[in-house]
């Protein structure tokens, strides 16, 4: 990789303010780079040049009149593809959201644009983000920069190996049940997933609503910490968006940590055995609702049928993919009368002691760390015959989305065959601060080359 492939945010600035390079050449360079990597990655379904270089030529504007630059100008960066785009085809993933180009931009697209990010482009993803492969992509998977016979980890595997790839600086995800983390662990870069509230989710589009996170993935901690803090804080159009105030995460981050080896204290989380099971439950019963507007009419694909209910089963037949149809049917069944108590309102049960095991660790600790996945990057293929096989690669993220806890990845050495191994650092609901600062000093540390 060339020394100029290391861009940063910091150094990004720093480049643009001394008239190194202009915002627009340094577009040019990642396009540049996209256009070489991209056909063997597929980590971008979508560019959106145009978009991009007139952001860029804002910049340079400013720039030319002197005047100061907002935090993120002229960082390129990469949107998961289940993200709105006012204008930018957004696809999910998906063959019935194939030609969707939204008429609005998510919260957090908006601020990052008005904190002068440029917009590269859309990622790949697992289908609807329902995955931990990127295997479930109608668009083909994506390939891991690290192993390009292995998987990037889902479902934001676009953005990870975007980022890790240097097709972008800083890219979004999203995460519900690990989608942030896991694939930030297999790729080998740090991965963050807020509490939940912390960042709207106006302009994410549902799998589960009561667990869907947006958050950033980075080439380091510090990084991770700028795009937080542009897109965290209140908005009006989600109104489970938090009030509380957003810290100055990259400032707060820099507290040293008194000594790195911390103490360790044993902690109890007895209903973790159920995690998995109450996420599946919870998440697809979302799903099977959220998913119900794919009907030909408001949204996306439309395949003629004789009748109004042949149109819909041919729409959502052809244009839904086998992992998006089984979690509709499971979700379904779980919410049917009858069922519902035994399955779904248990859940919601098991997912309230869950957070109730994790309020109780935090009275005895500051954060907990796990690994973030419990196999590194696999062979693409190799987990895709047994969809239970897959879902538990999700054991160390789950707990934490039900909870809505915060939890970073952060790079952790690598295993004998040198695949990236992610560590997992989970803090108390708006602890972000504190997680972001013990990742740095870890990575500070050389946590990544352990
Ligand atoms: N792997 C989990 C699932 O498939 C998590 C996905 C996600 O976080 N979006 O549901």
Redesign the pocket.
């Known amino acids: 990789m060339s020394a100029a492939a290391q861009w940063t945010i910091d150094s990004v600035r720093a480049a643009l303010g001394a008239k190194k390079i202009s915002a627009r050449e340094l577009t040019s360079e990642f396009y540049t780079r996209i256009e070489r990597q991209n056909p063997a990655l597929n980590a971008f379904l979508t560019l959106s040049p145009e978009r991009a270089y007139s952001q860029a030529d804002r910049i340079d504007a400013r720039i030319a009149r002197g005047e100061p630059l907002p935090a993120l100008a002229g960082v390129p960066v990469a949107i998961k593809d289940v993200i709105s785009t006012r204008g930018v085809r957004s696809t999910c993933g998906s063959r019935i959201l194939e030609n969707y180009i939204p008429p609005y931009d998510a919260c957090a697209v908006e601020r990052l644009e008005r904190a002068g990010a440029v917009l590269l482009g859309k990622t790949n993803c ?1 289908e609807f ?4 492969s990127n295997e479930n992509s109608a668009y083909g998977p994506v390939r891991n920069p690290v192993a390009p016979d292995r998987v990037p980890g ?3 595997g676009g953005s990870a190996a975007a980022v890790a790839a240097s097709l972008a600086v800083a890219a979004l995800g ?7 983390r ?1 694939p930030g662990a297999l790729c080998g870069i740090p991965a963050m997933m807020p509490t939940y509230g912390r960042v709207s989710r106006y302009g994410l589009i549902a ?2 609503s009561s ?2 996170r947006i958050g950033p993935l980075a080439g380091s901690v510090r990084d991770a910490a700028a795009v937080l803090g542009v897109i965290a804080g209140r908005d009006p159009n989600d109104s489970t968006s938090a009030a509380a105030p957003v810290p100055d995460y990259p400032v707060e981050m820099e507290a040293p940590l008194k000594r790195l080896g911390c103490r360790p204290v044993e902690l109890r989380m007895p209903h973790t055995d159920y995690a998995i099971a109450a ?2 439950i919870i ?1 697809t019963a979302e799903a099977s609702s959220n998913l119900a507007r794919y009907d030909g009419v408001r949204y996306g694909l439309r395949v003629a049928g004789r009748t109004l209910r042949d149109m819909y089963k041919k729409t959502r037949g052809r244009g839904f993919g086998p992992e998006v149809k089984r979690r509709i049917m499971l979700g379904t069944y779980a919410l049917s009368a009858g069922y519902y108590e035994a399955y779904y309102l248990k859940s919601q049960r098991v997912r309230a002691l869950i957070a109730r095991d994790f309020s109780e660790a935090f009275r005895q600790a500051d954060v907990i760390v796990t690994p973030t996945s419990p196999v590194p990057a696999f062979r693409l293929g190799e987990r895709t015959a047994d969809p239970l096989q ?2 538990l ?2 054991i160390y ?2 707990t934490g ?1 039900l909870a809505g806890v915060p939890g970073i990845s952060v790079p952790c050495g690598k295993t004998s065959e040198g695949l990236p191994v992610g560590l997992q650092i989970c803090g108390p609901p708006f602890g972000e601060a504190r997680i972001l600062q013990v990742a740095h000093n870890f990575e500070k540390a050389g946590g990544a080359d352990l």
Do not use: H, P, R, W
């Open positions: 697992d983000a329902m995955g931990s889902g479902s934001s999203t995460d519900t049940g690990g989608s942030i896991q799998f589960a667990l869907d996420y599946y998440a897959m879902y690669a999700d993220t789950v989305s």
